[in-house]
């Protein structure tokens, strides 16, 4: 799953410098992408305010992996089963998806609307001899100028932060190209999610500092099967992951209260 160092050091990271690394767009909140710039430098510090990220990655990873495995016909047990394939990172933060992704043999673009987490992602993936492409951007600017499409595209706990959730999901969408796919992770508008995903992982378990989260803007699976309607893309799911406080794990899962992703795919 994991490349050995000896290849990851032939790399030349890439910073993105022929971007203008300046993020605009109508899906932008500045106060969430203020909260998330003012942690950006503890981003790799799996014991700090990005602690439940860490321990929510493996399973995220298992999904992206798998599902596309299925998709493109790959052997997920050979080294790099994703080389020759694109994939773009919407909402990056620190890389903790783009890193792994990139180990898996993908050509990672990875974007954010906080130049500070793409600093942080550019420090640490040049530190792991990582050449994966970062740009502090909107998937709104990549569309206007013509970047991509790619094999896959992630938008991955981004959409409950942004100003236009159907704008900006339905041009993630239109970066995918044909025979691709996309894959979409979230929170659900329920009670459950409200007393749980809200209340109780900021304010009693604190997982994740109070304020982080607005359980107004949490969306259905309806709603995000609803904003994709008028794309041509097939939508699956919803798909659940949950967490067992016994493992301490968390896993793919048929609850969907809280936690789940929605894959689309394209023809």
Known sequence: ?????DTLSARKPQS????????????????????????????????????PLHKFNPARLAFVRDRAAERFGRDIRSREPFAGLSLLDVGCGGGLIA???????FAVT??????ENIGTARVHAEQQ???????????????????????VVLTLEVIEHVADP??????????????GLMIVATLNRTLKSLALGKVAAEYVLRWVPAGTHDWRQFLKPDELRLMLSEEPVAVSGPYGLVY????????ESD???????????RD
């Not at 609850?255 to 795919?265: F, L, R």
């Open 110 to 115: 990875a974007v954010d609307a906080s130049a």
């Open 166 to 179: 159907e704008a900006f999901i339905r041009s993630c969408s239109r970066l995918v190209k044909p025979g």
């Open 129 to 151: 001899g990582l050449d994966i492409a970062y740009r502090a951007a909107t998937v709104e600017q990549l569309e206007a100028e013509g970047v991509g499409p790619f094999d």
């Open 16 to 51: 993105g410098g022929d971007f203008n690394d300046q993020a605009a767009g109508p899906s932008i909140d500045p106060a969430d992408v203020a909260r998330f710039s003012a942690q950006a430098a503890e981003w790799w510090d799996a014991r700090g305010p990005f602690a």
């Open 99 to 105: 890193e792994p992704m990139r180990r898996l043999g």
């Open 255 to 265: 609850d969907v209260g809280i936690n789940y992703m929605m894959v689309a795919t």
């Open 244 to 251: 067992n406080p016994l493992t301490d794990r968390w896993s």
């Open 1 to 5: 799953m994991v490349a050995s160092n």
